[in-house]
């Protein structure tokens, strides 16, 4: 007691010390200001430890120390003081109600959350433990087996329900898919049938799980590409796709990752039926409704698209979405017991009594599915429908002013989920003719971000990547007045955008790369500083413009003399042109085309023309400028590789003379058509011989590079400097292929793909070395499919290349990516192919009127 008696005294000892420091006389302290004056030295010391006497978050030391990033800190710190420091770390994410990318749920009456807190730390799978979880979750199940008229549901029983929550859409469309893999191979075994190559068939639209589900258990994905004006798929698009190895076939019901179209779900039950019946199959749908499965039934309860249909097997839908539940819930129903693969359900024992479980996750908390119920018993059939007749209101007034500002076209329909979807329409310059802006949807998205907006950018899937969108999601929170003042936002970020120049990373780099040719990390002064004559260079002007203050012009400035000079700049070194296109119909005698080596199999001239038809169709689709045709020449087999009989830079067409002498007199329409189109001709004579597949014009540069192969010689490189005073060729030995296109093609200003063979490697240290792109920084990327390395570069960033190995298509999509380019891929040409023909062979691009 002694001691405790001492320690006391001590303690208050100290703390007189503390309010009345040695030395002072404490009838001398005064309640005015002067009395900070008799703080003393130790106690204004910021070291002192004084978190035993404060509880202020911000006088404790946790907040002036470096807080534990990617290691298990030595020791904790005191609650307040943690919540109060990873709440700081969230402050920079965005307002939830601001985000008009996510359809995820972010908001629920106070009631509902406080349920989910009260059942936060209850485990689902503990069905003996926690039986309300396992009856309110069947009850979940039973509801909605009803909602999307599943047949086991006529009668009083609820047990017939067939389904299970999961963690989001992603998991049920697993489990979907995986029960019509398990049928699907059970029914080939049982035949004596070969089951090791599934193929699931779906549009390219659909969500990335999808195709995770294909990766994961080895199914072979088969997709509908989309179009310009088509982000659905159609079952006469699809039906090609099927045969007896297919699994199924997925149906999107509400395309949230697009335009959130609504797929014709009936249609695909008929080509199943029409098929089944057909072939002796037993075709199934599996539709994706994870965002209309909870929209239909509410607003147009009419239309045919659940278990009404006999083909369709299951259903998925996001809880989380349009059932109006916080992240993490989806649901999966399967038409009846028959369509879930017994496979599928498993039991345990070791929660203490028998478990049964469907699902790929196991423990998981009872919150969302609480919170489900809430929902249901809470809304109701009105409650719903009155959400989504207010949602529905909201995006037709929104679509409406979208369209009276005259900025935008819509994308989404009248009838699907609630979102509306857009993109910028050209405008109409002084000349009274359309023209592209001088910014994309993703400028508008990065405006509308400084205002807290998140309204999403993004191009379209596989077949339709040359269309650029932005969506607004239409979901609870977002009120009517919400909608009117993204409208004025929208229109502020246009005015902007329209009075200032921006420069995305590719541009600063394509404009670098012509005018200085070197790149460019950064805009500074660096990039005019010595240069003494801007006019010596193409381009140089244009950097002395920037120095003068015009990389801020506004109206007024685009109206002065400097502005018309930037505003030429900017066309002719930053946007792409508007190039068009001369292509050449496929010959009848197309099969017996000219070739290296003899043909291991003939040419199928219906293959030959379908692949030569949709490059033209893709050529149409991303060049604003036009494709010209030409007819066929049958009595040139050849005819189609245009590109081998004349090469167009700028203005100036030089005629070629075809190494190969069987093909000599393809040129002579190509010349007529080229000097129609505005060009002027110019031709090559003997002894010069030249194929336009042997020339390769560097982006960005008054480079050409044309290769010395079995096709052209020394006096056709010559005569073609000779034709392009204005431009510096170099003429490259080609080792092996047919043209020097077939080795290596240009990507952008700065990087060259490179077939990865020996005649590629060998080029591309024949490049490395060359007098004359010395100093020029070309980047060399070597393709494994040497095929690839041929691909054909259009104005405003679209490059087009054609099916290959995994390998391949994963370094071209990379590539693409970190440049900002738009990839469109072809199937594989391979008639094409056998020709000894490439992507480039098949068009001569100049530039448009």
């Known amino acids: 007691m002694a001691g405790i008696g001492h320690a006391v005294k001590e303690l208050g000892q100290r703390a007189e010390a503390l309010v009345h420091p040695a030395g002072l006389d404490p009838g001398a302290v005064t309640h005015r200001a002067e009395r ?50 990873i709440k700081d770390i969230r402050r920079l994410d ?14 629920m009456e106070p009631q509902a959350e406080e349920l989910i807190k009260e059942s936060v730390n209850v485990n689902y799978v503990d069905t003996e433990e926690y039986p309300s979880s396992t009856e309110i979750h069947n009850r979940c199940v039973s509801m909605l087996a009803r909602l999307w008229h599943a047949p086991t549901m006529d009668g009083p029983n609820n047990s017939d329900a067939v389904g299970t929550a999961c963690i989001g859409s992603s998991e049920a469309i697993m489990l979907g898919c995986l029960s019509l893999l398990k049928r699907w191979k059970e029914a080939r075994t049982k035949a004596g049938k070969d089951a090791s190559k599934p193929n699931l068939v779906m549009g390219s639209q659909t969500h990335l799980c999808w195709q995770k589900f294909c990766r994961y258990w080895d199914v ?108 993490g819930l989806g649901w999966v129903m399967w038409r009846d017991a028959d369509h879930l693969h017994e496979s599928l359900v498993f039991w345990c024992e070791y929660l203490g009594a028998p478990e049964r479980s469907i699902t790929l996750n196991f423990s998981k908390s009872a919150t969302n599915i609480v919170a489900q119920y809430y929902q249901f018993l809470r809304l109701g059939f009105s409650g719903y429908r009155k959400i989504f007749s207010n949602l529905d209101i909201i995006k037709r007034r929104l679509c409406n002013a979208l369209e009276q500002t005259g900025h935008f076209e819509l994308l989404s329909k009248d009838v699907g989920v609630p979102l509306v979807c857009f993109r ?87 404009l670098a790369q012509r005018a200085l040719d070197r790149r460019l990390s950064r805009l500074d002064t660096s990039i005019y500083r010595g240069i003494k004559d801007p006019t010596k260079k193409p381009g140089l002007r244009f950097w002395g413009l920037l120095a003068t203050g015009g990389n801020r012009a506004s109206c007024a400035a685009a109206k002065s003399p400097l502005g018309k000079d930037l505003r030429s700049s900017i066309r002719r070194y930053i946007i792409p042109p508007a190039m068009r296109a001369l292509v050449r119909g496929l010959a009848a005698s197309f099969a017996s085309a000219v070739t290296m080596e003899p043909l291991a199999e003939p040419i199928s001239m219906e293959l030959a023309r379908q692949q030569h038809d949709a490059y033209v169709k893709l050529l149409k689709q991303l060049l604003p400028g036009g494709v010209t045709e030409l007819p066929a020449d049958d009595k040139h087999p050849d005819c189609c590789f245009i590109e081998d009989t004349a090469v167009v830079a700028g203005s100036t067409a030089v005629i070629a003379r075809i190494g190969a002498a069987s093909r000599q ?44 192969s079995r096709r052209t010689n020394a006096e056709g490189v010559a005569q073609l400097a000779a034709a392009l ?5 170099h003429g490259v030995p080609v080792a092996a292929g047919l043209h020097l296109k077939s080795l290596v093609t240009a990507l ?22 060359l007098p004359g792109l010395a100093g020029r920084q070309l980047h060399h990327e070597f393709v494994p499919d040497p095929v690839c390395a041929n691909v054909l570069l259009l104005g405003d960033g679209h490059v087009v290349t054609q099916g290959s190995d995994p390998a391949t298509e994963q370094l071209l999509d990379r590539l693409c990516a970190e440049r900002g380019l738009q990839l469109h891929r072809l199937p594989r040409a391979t008639e094409m192919i056998k020709a000894d023909g490439a992507l480039t062979c098949c068009s001569i691009l100049l530039p448009g009127p």
């Open 36 to 85: 900070s004056a008799t703080f003393t030295e130790d106690f204004a010391d910021p070291s002192r430890p004084v978190d035993d006497l404060l509880d202020s978050t911000f006088a404790s030391r946790y907040v002036s120390q470096p807080m534990a990033k990617d290691r298990l800190p030595r020791d904790g710190a005191p609650a307040h003081v943690v919540y109060q420091l």
């Open 94 to 107: 965005t307002t939830p109600a601001l985000n008009l990318a996510s359809f995820v749920t972010t908001w």
């Open 220 to 327: 072979e994905e088969r997709y509908v590409e989309m179009e310009e004006g088509r982000l659905v798929a159609t079952p006469e698009l699809m039906r090609p796709l099927i045969d007896e190895n297919t699994i199924g076939i997925g149906v999107v019901f509400g395309s949230s990752t697009y335009n959130g179209e609504f797929e014709d779900v009936a249609a695909f039950d008929a080509m199943c039926s029409e098929l089944n019946q057909k072939n002796g199959w037993d075709l199934k749908i599996h539709v994706d409704g994870a965002s209309g499965g909870f929209v239909a039934p509410f607003l147009y309860p009419d239309l045919a698209w659940d278990f009404r249909l006999k083909n369709v097997a299951s259903i998925n839908a996001s809880g989380h979405k349009y059932g109006l539940v916080y992240p």
């Open 424 to 510: 910028l329409k050209k405008v109409t310059g002084s000349d009274g003719q359309l023209h592209g802006r001088l910014y994309d949807e993703f400028a508008v998205a990065e405006r509308l971000r400084m205002r807290g907006w998140v309204l999403p950018a993004y191009k379209g899937p596989k077949g339709a990547e040359g269309v650029k969108m932005m969506r607004v999601t239409i979901r609870e929170d977002f009120s009517l007045g919400m909608a009117d003042m993204l409208i004025k936002d929208i229109l502020d970020a246009l005015d902007w955008l329209d009075t200032h120049f921006t420069f995305s990373k590719e541009q600063v780099e394509a």
């Open 665 to 708: 007199g393809e040129e002579a329409p190509v010349a007529e058509a080229l000097a129609a189109l505005g060009c002027t001709v110019r031709r090559l004579q003997p002894p010069a011989t030249l194929d336009g597949g042997d020339v390769l014009q560097l982006p960005g540069s008054t480079h050409i590079l044309v290769g010395l």
């Open 725 to 729: 005073p204005d431009h510096s060729v």
């Open 748 to 769: 952008d200003a700065s990087t060259l793909l490179l077939a990865d063979t020996p005649a590629g490697r060998s080029l591309s240290q024949a490049l490395a070395v």
